[in-house]
């Protein structure tokens, strides 16, 4: 069907005859490419815990090290802000949100495994600038990079594990870029805590560090095979074929790989994805995918929750390790939640974790709110037990974020697309999530001066209407094949009457797995 984001439903009704067996091949390639998580994991575990080393700040920022050193013993709310500082942080997320446009162009033209490189070295190089950054510009400069390689590497990642994955597992294997991203964190909290104290260069082996993962994914996408989607869609057929019964650990995928030929050809018909992402068809991915969820995923709270995690675990007698004990039972609780939801997403649902980790992280809000309304602010020391409490609900609010909005944010938009607009879809993606990222780290600690605990509420209600709208707009997708999830909002309440029933629907004979 020329230029549509449909193929033939009859030919595509197959998955019932799709047959894998999980390779040691398979397993080897998705850890190696799901190391991309870990390039923006360090970098959100380190760059926060860089940013108020007092080396780093009297060398860069002499003005913020000053007034960081005269509210040294304040818990207001206003303490934090300073927009120079953040500029400074939200400059990589203004760069990853411009680059991903063109890891899309390389992702559709070159294959997955090429953005995933690029990303590798472009993050190499941005750390190595800012390790031995003298002035901001070379500091900025270093960020830029980073961004770079974090627009490639998200835009391709998550692709690239969805497609190489089976229909019946690919929730969990898509939710290796997660575990990694949360690993990343963790890792980097532990390396800034003994960083700290190596006077005054510790910053720089922080920083410098973060050639490590981006040596590593580089090395390991030497050896990498390209997908079988991105093979075929390249028109490279017989090698396409050939990865596609090694990741499958059989030969029999005849049923699949002419899924595969079917939606490549659909498209190779479309010569400018992002103008088909508009078209009426393409309605539910662009909305709920491109816009929505990854929208949504930086409007959650989770920032609002870490920055006030250390102050917190300073009011129960921490001291100066409370950074550090707070980012081990927040990093850490990001780790159970994405291993929970990589065991558990498949056979319960991508819906189910949504609407249940929403609820729980609405009460949460609201608990926090109420709490510092009464008991924080003006100079006022939390006592022991509201500070216990307050921790027990960060880690349960963590802990529903690391198995919903975190892990799903990735997943399900990597999942809906179809082939044609897949790599554009994904660059909208990365686009969205990143410039929200930049905007909360911009307007974060302004709001949280001006609205103090009403923060918590006005995340409190957006996550209402996040969850709403999961309730009402978005399908089930586990465990059905990927170039046949567009099948799904043809029977969707609200989506049919958008995409149209029409010859696309066919009969109904093989799709039995269509749940919506």
């Known amino acids: 069907m020329a230029g549509g984001g449909?193929?033939?439903?009859?030919?595509?009704?197959?998955?019932?005859?799709?047959?894998?067996?999980?390779?040691?091949?398979?397993?080897?390639?998705?850890?190696?490419?799901?190391?991309?998580?870990?390039?923006?994991?360090?970098?959100?575990?380190?760059?926060?815990?860089?940013?108020?080393?007092?080396?780093?700040?009297?060398?860069?920022?002499?003005?913020?090290?000053?007034?960081?050193?005269?509210?040294?013993?304040?818990?207001?709310?206003?303490k934090y802000d300073n927009q120079v500082l953040t500029l400074f942080t939200s400059s990589l997320y203004i760069a990853g949100l411009f680059s991903t446009f063109g890891a899309s162009y390389?992702?559709?033209?070159?294959?997955?495994?090429?953005?995933?490189?690029?990303?590798?070295?472009?993050?190499?190089?941005?750390?190595?600038?800012?390790?031995?950054?003298?002035?901001?510009?070379?500091?900025?400069?270093?960020?830029?990079?980073?961004?770079?390689?974090?627009?490639?590497?998200?835009?391709?990642?998550?692709?690239?594990?969805?497609?190489?994955?089976?229909?019946?597992?690919?929730?969990?294997?898509?939710?290796?870029?997660?575990?990694?991203?949360?690993l990343g964190i963790l890792i980097a909290n532990f390396i800034n805590y003994g960083t700290e104290k190596i006077h005054p260069w510790g910053w720089r082996l922080s920083l410098g560090l973060a050639t490590v993962p981006a040596t590593l994914m580089f090395v390991g996408g030497v050896f990498l095979p390209e997908t079988p989607n991105s093979l075929v869609e390249q028109g490279k057929l017989e090698e396409g074929r050939r990865v596609l019964?090694?990741?499958?650990?059989?030969?029999?995928?005849?049923?699949?790989?002419?899924?595969?030929?079917?939606?490549?050809?659909?498209?190779?018909?479309?010569?400018?994805?992002?103008?088909?992402?508009?078209?009426?068809?393409?309605?539910?991915?662009?909305?709920?995918?491109?816009?929505?969820?990854?929208?949504?995923?930086?409007?959650?709270?989770?920032?609002?929750?870490?920055?006030?995690?250390?102050?917190?675990?300073q009011s129960l007698g921490f001291g100066s390790g409370a950074s550090l004990y707070s980012s081990i039972f927040t990093s850490g609780a990001l780790v159970i939640g994405a291993l929970m939801s990589m065991s558990l997403v498949d056979k319960f649902g991508r819906r189910a974790f949504f609407l249940e980790a929403g609820t729980e992280m609405i009460f949460c809000m609201v608990a926090v709110a109420v709490t510092l309304a009464l008991k924080f602010g003006q100079g006022e020391t939390l006592s022991k037990g509201i500070g216990i409490f307050l921790v027990i609900v960060i880690c349960l609010f963590v802990l529903a974020y690391g198995r919903s909005w975190g892990p799903l944010g990735w997943l399900v938009p990597s999942e809906i697309f179809p082939l044609e607009?897949?790599?554009?879809?994904?660059?909208?993606?990365?686009?969205?999530?990143l410039l929200f990222t930049a905007l909360i780290a911009q307007c974060f600690l302004a709001s949280l001066c001006h609205l103090k605990y009403g923060i918590f509420l006005?995340?409190?209600?957006?996550?209402?209407?996040?969850?709403?709208?999961?309730?009402?707009?978005?399908?089930?997708?586990?465990?059905?094949?990927?170039?046949?999830?567009?099948?799904?909002?043809?029977?969707?309440?609200?989506?049919?009457?958008?995409?149209?029933?029409?010859?696309?629907?066919?009969?109904?004979?093989?799709?039995?797995?269509?749940?919506?």
């Not at 926060?48 to 960081?68: A, C, H, N, Q, W």
């Not at 559709?108 to 990303?119: A, E, N, Q, T």
């Not at 692709?159 to 290796?176: F, W």
């Not at 465990?479 to 009457?497: A, R």
Request: hydrophobic share 45%.
């Open 6 to 78: 449909f193929t033939d439903a009859g030919t595509l009704k197959r998955a019932h005859l799709y047959e894998y067996k999980i390779t040691g091949y398979f397993v080897v390639a998705c850890i190696v490419a799901a190391m991309g998580g870990s390039l923006f994991g360090y970098d959100l575990g380190v760059s926060g815990g860089v940013t108020s080393m007092d080396d780093f700040l009297k060398e860069f920022f002499p003005k913020v090290y000053r007034r960081k050193q005269m509210h040294l013993n304040e818990t207001d709310y206003c």
């Open 106 to 182: 390389v992702t559709r033209k070159w294959g997955r495994r090429g953005s995933i490189m690029v990303g590798a070295v472009s993050f190499f190089l941005g750390a190595v600038l800012n390790a031995a950054a003298v002035n901001i510009a070379m500091l900025i400069i270093g960020r830029i990079l980073l961004g770079i390689g974090i627009g490639f590497g998200n835009q391709a990642v998550p692709l690239y594990l969805s497609e190489m994955a089976p229909a019946k597992i690919r929730g969990a294997v898509n939710q290796l870029f997660q575990l990694t991203t949360c």
């Open 245 to 313: 019964e090694k990741v499958r650990g059989t030969s029999n995928v005849d049923a699949e790989f002419a899924d595969l030929i079917d939606a490549s050809n659909a498209a190779r018909s479309v010569k400018n994805p992002f103008r088909n992402l508009f078209e009426r068809k393409n309605r539910p991915q662009l909305i709920i995918g491109a816009l929505g969820i990854p929208a949504f995923q930086q409007l959650t709270g989770m920032n609002s929750i870490l920055f006030y995690a250390p102050v917190i675990f």
């Open 421 to 433: 607009t897949r790599s554009a879809g994904q660059s909208v993606v990365v686009c969205v999530n």
């Open 458 to 516: 006005v995340f409190g209600g957006l996550i209402i209407i996040m969850s709403s709208f999961i309730f009402f707009l978005l399908p089930e997708t586990k465990q059905v094949p990927i170039e046949e999830v567009y099948l799904l909002w043809q029977t969707h309440w609200f989506w049919k009457n958008i995409v149209g029933e029409g010859e696309q629907a066919g009969d109904s004979d093989g799709r039995s797995t269509l749940h919506v």
